[in-house]
């Protein structure tokens, strides 16, 4: 496969995983703060999904609507959902011979949805809960497309790495801005409400309610997102699903390339299984995510070095 054709079914993906988590994250915090808790901050938000100032960030904590507006539709905020769509469309588009009709066709119709002048009117004066659901639905569109539609070919598995990639990151990010709040302690008494809502953001209450059956407490959180094998966006799980979809990936074995990003995942992959909670507890929380991020971008940094370098 043709590296320019890898890298944007690679950047496709990234982008539509990152626009689902930004408005999951967006939905369950605005229902959050219409709870009247007064502790809601859209501090939180606005540190993982942008690059606003701490002073921007002050103005607009408590302006639930001008989040809204400002993460889905601003054109002038690159990490918006508008553009992080248009993105995807214009990679999709570049490489249209490479998926299928069907998966175009969804990602063309999300596209124009999101330039619709009504959808910024809805967001400031209908139910944004609505609306967001809208958007999310649509994005699941493009996931059942691609997963009932697409070849299981060299293009679908670079598409499954920049997901899972993306998703990791995301991961890792949601722990550490939450963490931070707290100062990164696994003793500070919460109100379990503020664990609810994180759960909630990353489709993941459900689950911890099966599997831990325990009052929500900082370690079986930290313990689900990032160890829990059954939790589809939990760091353990997708850094397998990284590992296997490279793997999949034709291409000589004996090459530099190959060794070097086979040992980079592996070796995060190794760190993540043979750790536990107490592993944890002695670095501490705030190295732990800071060594698993920084390893992410590496994998990411050496991925586009070795396969999407348009030499």
């Not at 605005?30 to 502790?39: E, H």
């Not at 103005?59 to 001008?66: E, H, V």
């Not at 601003?74 to 993105?87: M, P």
């Amino acid at each position: 496969m043709l590296s320019r054709v890898a890298d944007s079914l690679y950047w496709m993906s990234r982008y539509m995983e990152r626009s689902d988590g930004i408005l999951r994250m967006l939905r369950i915090n605005y229902a959050y703060s219409q709870d009247g808790s007064s502790d809601f901050s859209w501090r939180p938000v606005l540190k993982i999904f942008s690059n606003l100032d701490d002073d921007t960030i002050e103005t607009l904590k408590y302006n639930g609507r001008d989040v809204l507006k400002y993460m889905v539709t601003d054109k002038n905020n690159h990490n918006s959902v508008i553009n992080i769509v248009s993105k995807a469309r214009e990679n999709a588009r570049s490489v249209q011979d490479n998926v299928t009709k069907e998966l175009w066709q969804c990602l063309n119709d999300y596209y124009h949805m999101m330039r619709e002048d009504k959808l910024a009117a809805a967001l400031c004066f209908d139910d944004p809960i609505s609306v967001l659901d809208n958007l999310i639905k649509q994005g699941m569109y493009y996931y059942g497309s691609t997963e009932i539609t697409m070849p299981r070919g060299e293009g679908y598995y670079f598409m499954n790495m920049g997901k899972f990639l993306e998703r990791a990151i995301q991961s890792v990010d949601i722990l550490d801005v939450k963490f931070r709040e707290l100062e990164y302690s696994l003793d500070e008494a919460t109100d379990p409400t503020y664990w609810k809502y994180l759960l909630l953001s990353i489709s993941g209450y459900e689950i911890f309610l099966k599997s831990y059956r325990s009052s929500l407490e900082s370690r079986n959180i930290i313990h689900q997102i990032v160890w829990n094998e059954n939790f589809p966006r939990s760091i353990i799980y997708t850094t397998k699903r990284l590992k296997q979809s490279f793997e999949t990936i034709k291409g000589d074995k004996n090459k530099e390339s190959y060794k070097t990003m086979s040992y980079m995942i592996g070796k995060l992959g190794c760190s993540l299984e043979y750790s536990d909670l107490k592993d944890l507890e002695q670095i501490g929380l705030k190295e732990y995510l800071k060594k698993i991020k920084g390893e992410l971008f590496a994998i990411g940094d050496a991925l586009s070095h070795y396969y999407f370098a348009f030499n």
